[in-house]
C-alpha cells in the first residue's frame, strides 16, 4: 500500500516580518491621484525589534514612530517595495506613541501622538475579510507577504483634531471587493530561504 504524500505545513521561506499594515489612502477624483496617503505598522516581529511606524503623506512626506532602528529596516526591506518615496533613509523619524482604541465589528481607531502633534486613523463599515497570499515572485516582487485584509468603506484621517481631504474610494483586489482604506491584520512578510 502506497504512502501517501506529505503534504506541506510549513512555508519554506525566511521571516521578513510579522505584525500589521494597515492604511489609509484618499482621493478627491475617485482614485486617479491621492491627496492622503497613511501607512500604519505595528510591528510584533521582525530582526529590528517591535514597534510602531507611521509614514504619512499629506502636502509632504513624515514618519512617527517608537523605534526607529525598526523603521528603517522596513524602509530597507518593505517599503522601497510598496511607496519608494516612504524609504528614503533621508527621511527624519520623530518620536511618537500609539495606541489602538475601537474594534473590527464597528471602527477601529489608531491613535498617535508626539510633543506637538496628534494623529487618529479611523476605519469603520467594514467588507468581508479575505486573506491576501502572495508568495516571493508574485507580481515580481522578491519579497512575499500573507495577510488578512478588512476592507473599510469608509476612513478618516485627523491631525491635530483636523480631518485629512480625501474620500474611501472603491478598489478590487485579485477579484475581491475591496477599498482603498483596509486594515491589514496577521500579516507576513517571506524571502525565499538563503
Given at each position: 500500500?502506497?504512502?501517501?504524500?506529505?503534504?506541506?505545513?510549513?512555508?519554506?521561506?525566511?521571516?521578513?516580518?510579522?505584525?500589521?499594515?494597515?492604511?489609509?489612502?484618499?482621493?478627491?477624483?475617485?482614485?486617479?491621484?491621492?491627496?492622503?496617503?497613511?501607512?500604519?505598522?505595528?510591528?510584533?516581529?521582525?530582526?529590528?525589534?517591535?514597534?510602531?511606524?507611521?509614514?504619512?503623506?499629506?502636502?509632504?512626506?513624515?514618519?512617527?514612530?517608537?523605534?526607529?532602528?525598526?523603521?528603517?529596516?522596513?524602509?530597507?526591506?518593505?517599503?522601497?517595495?510598496?511607496?519608494?518615496?516612504?524609504?528614503?533613509?533621508?527621511?527624519?523619524?520623530?518620536?511618537?506613541?500609539?495606541?489602538?482604541?475601537?474594534?473590527?465589528?464597528?471602527?477601529?481607531?489608531?491613535?498617535?501622538?508626539?510633543?506637538?502633534?496628534?494623529?487618529?486613523?479611523?476605519?469603520?463599515?467594514?467588507?468581508?475579510?479575505?486573506?491576501?497570499?502572495?508568495?516571493?515572485?508574485?507580481?515580481k516582487r522578491p519579497l512575499g507577504v500573507?495577510?488578512?485584509?478588512?476592507?473599510?468603506?469608509?476612513?478618516?484621517?485627523?491631525?491635530?483634531?483636523?480631518?485629512?481631504?480625501?474620500?474611501?474610494?472603491?478598489?478590487?483586489?485579485?477579484?475581491?471587493?475591496?477599498?482603498?482604506?483596509?486594515?491589514?491584520?496577521?500579516?507576513?512578510?517571506?524571502?525565499?530561504?538563503?
Amino acid at each position: 500500500m502506497a504512502t501517501p504524500p506529505v503534504q506541506q505545513m510549513v512555508d519554506p521561506h525566511d521571516v521578513v516580518m510579522t505584525g500589521e499594515n494597515s492604511f489609509i489612502r484618499l482621493s478627491q477624483d475617485g482614485g486617479k491621484s491621492l491627496v492622503t496617503r497613511a501607512s500604519h505598522w505595528r510591528v510584533l516581529w521582525s530582526p529590528a525589534g517591535q514597534g510602531h511606524v507611521l509614514f504619512l503623506e499629506t502636502k509632504s512626506i513624515r514618519i512617527y514612530s517608537d523605534n526607529v532602528g525598526m523603521t528603517r529596516y522596513l524602509q530597507q526591506q518593505i517599503e522601497k517595495l510598496l511607496y519608494e518615496p516612504f524609504a528614503d533613509p533621508k527621511l527624519p523619524v520623530v518620536d511618537a506613541r500609539f495606541e489602538r482604541t475601537g474594534h473590527s465589528l464597528a471602527t477601529v481607531e489608531e491613535r498617535i501622538s508626539t510633543q506637538k502633534d496628534s494623529f487618529v486613523l479611523s476605519w469603520w463599515d467594514f467588507i468581508d475579510p479575505f486573506i491576501l497570499t502572495m508568495p516571493p515572485g508574485a507580481m515580481k516582487r522578491p519579497l512575499g507577504v500573507y495577510s488578512t485584509f478588512i476592507p473599510a468603506r469608509s476612513a478618516q484621517l485627523t491631525v491635530n483634531g483636523e480631518a485629512m481631504p480625501g474620500e474611501v474610494f472603491e478598489q478590487e483586489r485579485f477579484g475581491k471587493p475591496s477599498s482603498s482604506c483596509c486594515l491589514a491584520w496577521s500579516e507576513s512578510w517571506t524571502r525565499p530561504r538563503k
